[in-house]
């Protein structure tokens, strides 16, 4: 893994040098008798103290550098925790295989489902092999055979969104990008299984609705989902990406925003100092929350989840527009 998980937020830094003490410390106590029980202790207290305060009010533009954060649990990371016997399927059956868009099947709690997901690596030789998290439409022709596999087995999916959008390159366009995402999002709507999606990093466009559509939209606390990135909002609206601050604070791309809108169904709460902090504990709240609301869907007819998702999606738009009216 390289130094680049090494990164540390602008407001992390007192934290860091509090854990940079701790280990200064530890290290000394190992070539000496001196008992450093109460000051570690005193520093761990000052650690946990700092982490809350660190935490507590975050702006927009804070929780998109949470969001982006290296050590963040990605797709894989949660495929590999939460599904049993997985087994990947590759190729879109015209093209070629994608690979940043993860696709299979395995065993969720016991419940045979299609897994679907965005990876964008952990380092350099794997953000270039998963494309740094961005699909072609190949990935997305993937995503809707592996949905048609699960209407035809009565396979509930799950999606692990995590894009900062679709590849937008002259090849991808070239094989129709445009038409890729669109066919992804109605055969969302059209399925008669389950479909639990949920934004764990970064949502970005209509690369991330592509897998979006659901019966349950659920965000972590420190994910972000939007229209545009920061810094491409900012270069439009201000000829800057240094206006990248100001943008996220228009765009409305916290999930604290997006529950107020109705767009999303839940809000999964991550350890204290984000799930980067605490990959097992984050990853386990997701398993739970996503466990709930399948267990909810399932007791759905065909007809009622597919009814369910379309009138979720066009009852997302009139919310939105009445919001907007009032503002």
């Known amino acids: 893994m390289s130094d680049e998980t090494n990164v540390v937020l602008d407001f992390e ?6 854990e940079d003490r701790i280990k200064t410390v530890t290290a000394l106590a190992k070539d000496s008798d001196v008992n450093i029980d109460k000051e570690l202790n005193r520093l761990q207290l000052k650690l946990e103290r700092q982490i809350k305060l660190s935490y507590a009010n975050l702006t927009p533009w804070q929780r998109v550098q949470i969001a982006r954060h290296p050590k963040r649990p990605q797709c894989l990371d949660y495929v590999k925790s939460l599904i049993d016997d997985f087994v990947p399927l590759c190729g879109d059956r015209m093209f070629a295989d994608d690979p940043t ?11 045979s489902v299609v897994v679907i997901g965005q990876e964008k690596g952990v380092d350099l030789e794997t953000r270039v092999k998963y494309n740094f998290g961005m699909a072609k439409p190949e990935g997305y022709r993937k995503a809707q055979r592996l949905m048609d596999m699960a209407e035809k ?13 679709a590849y937008p390159g002259v090849e991808s366009e070239a094989r129709g990008q445009a038409e890729a995402i669109a066919a992804s999002i109605q055969k969302c709507l059209q399925l008669h299984v389950p479909i639990i999606s949920v934004v764990i990093g ?7 609705i592509a897998i979006a559509t659901a019966n349950r939209i659920l965000m972590m606390e420190n994910s972000i989902y939007s229209v545009i990135s920061p810094e491409g909002c900012a270069s439009i609206l201000w000829r800057s990406a240094e206006k990248a601050k100001e943008a996220a604070e228009a765009l409305r791309l916290t999930a604290q925003d ?32 996503i466990y709930r609301h399948l267990q909810e869907l399932m007791t759905l ?25 009032k503002g």
């Open 202 to 208: 970064m949502g970005g466009s209509g690369g991330a």
């Open 101 to 111: 868009m993860i696709g299979g099947i395995g065993r969720y709690h016991g419940i």
């Open 258 to 289: 997006l529950k107020h809108f109705g767009v999303i169904d839940e809000i999964i709460t991550e350890p204290v100092g984000g799930a980067h902090r605490d990959m097992v504990a984050a990853i386990e709240k997701v398993d739970e929350t």
């Open 13 to 18: 830094r007192k934290i860091v040098e509090i």
């Open 153 to 165: 087995f009565n396979m509930p999916v799950i999606c692990f969104v995590d894009t900062d959008g």
């Open 301 to 325: 007819s065909g007809e009622e989840l597919k009814k369910q998702r379309n009138d979720k999606i066009l009852e997302m738009g009139h919310h939105i527009e009445v919001e907007s009216t």
